[in-house]
């Protein structure tokens, strides 16, 4: 006889062969994915195709000396645009905003770059947008959207739009 963490658990939810069109892109951190959820609920989408790894968007983007990590992931996600017929993206930053909680920043910012603030990780994360959007240009009509989800100082997370 099974104990019953042996036992099989089956999901309310049946499976769904219909495929989501919109990938996105977060760092894999786990304080942020609820809020992710809560933000992409808010524009009315419950289901996506996730990228998460650390750095989120930034890992796409050439602001750090992995040139080959670099180089794997941009391939892993023009696979999923391409395979998963993506029209739309959302690539999510993170960190704190201006007098949020320092540790609220990205582990993976702090890893390509050590000793860099936190004022300065937003700052390189928008020097990447620009090279994201380029990189992101190469699907026709793909609909991109770029935030950070920043942590205040009240604990709060607010999602700023990185697009100009
Ligand atoms: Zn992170």
């Given at each position: 006889m099974p104990t019953s963490t042996d036992a099989p658990y089956v999901c309310r939810n049946v499976w769904s062969d219909v495929r989501p069109?919109?990938?996105?892109?977060?760092?894999?951190?786990?304080?942020?994915?609820?809020n992710v959820d809560e933000f992409l609920n808010s524009r009315g989408i419950q289901h996506y195709d996730r990228l998460f790894i650390p750095g989120g968007p930034g890992a796409l983007a050439?602001?750090?000396f992995e040139l080959l990590?670099?180089?794997?992931?941009?391939?892993?996600s023009k696979f999923l645009v391409e395979a998963h017929k993506i029209e739309e993206v959302?690539?999510?930053?993170?960190?704190?905003?201006?007098?949020g909680p320092a540790h609220a920043c990205c582990a993976d910012s702090k890893r390509k770059l050590p000793g860099i603030s936190s004022d300065e990780i937003n700052s390189t994360q928008k020097e990447d947008v620009a090279e994201l959007l380029r990189l992101f240009a190469w699907p026709i009509n793909l609909n991109l959207h770029v935030y950070r989800a920043e942590v205040g100082a009240d604990n709060r997370v607010r999602f700023i739009s990185l697009q100009s």
């Open positions: 069109r919109i990938l996105v892109v977060d760092c894999s951190d786990g304080r942020l994915q609820e050439s602001s750090g990590r670099l180089d794997q992931i941009r391939r892993e959302f690539l999510i930053f993170h960190g704190a905003a201006d007098g």
